[in-house]
């Protein structure tokens, strides 16, 4: 949910002032990544899953680990910039309020 926003609360929430379209635009990227690596896991084989003998799929699923903690780096980042211009306290709640909206987990 927190990277790929799908089901019922598939919007981005507005980001104000000149920063905003920066935060959406990598909003979107984490989003694409997010997906990408998510097809990487996901294979072309049906039952690959469930076949424990190759060790393939294990070292699908730790290459996807490793790509979720750099997502969390990035929205932590995106984070920690975006407050970086906050001037009034005004301003600090509305980025308090839109990235209460997208922290799912």
Same mark, same amino acid.
């Given at each position: 949910?927190?990277?790929?926003?799908? @089901?019922? *609360?598939?919007?981005?929430?507005?980001?104000?002032?000149?920063?905003?379209?920066?935060?959406?635009?990598?909003?979107?990227?984490? #989003?694409?990544?997010?997906?990408?690596?998510? *097809?990487?896991?996901?294979?072309?084989?049906?039952?690959?899953?469930?076949?424990?003998?190759?060790?393939?799929?294990? *070292?699908?699923?730790?290459?996807? #680990?490793? @790509?979720?903690?750099?997502?969390?780096?990035?929205?932590?980042?995106?984070?920690?910039?975006?407050? *970086?211009?906050?001037?009034?306290?005004?301003?600090?709640?509305?980025?308090?309020?839109?990235?209460?909206?997208?922290? #799912?987990?």
């Amino acid at each position: 949910m927190q990277f790929s926003r799908r @089901g019922k *609360e598939t919007r981005i929430p507005e980001f104000g002032g000149s920063r905003g379209p920066e935060i959406v635009a990598i909003l979107e990227e984490i #989003k694409q990544n997010f997906l990408k690596n998510l *097809e990487k896991i996901r294979g072309t084989e049906q039952d690959k899953i469930l076949d424990v003998r190759p060790s393939r799929w294990h *070292e699908d699923f730790n290459a996807f #680990k490793i @790509g979720m903690k750099d997502l969390d780096v990035m929205y932590q980042n995106i984070i920690n910039s975006a407050f *970086e211009a906050v001037t009034t306290v005004q301003q600090g709640v509305e980025l308090l309020e839109a990235f209460d909206y997208l922290a #799912k987990r």
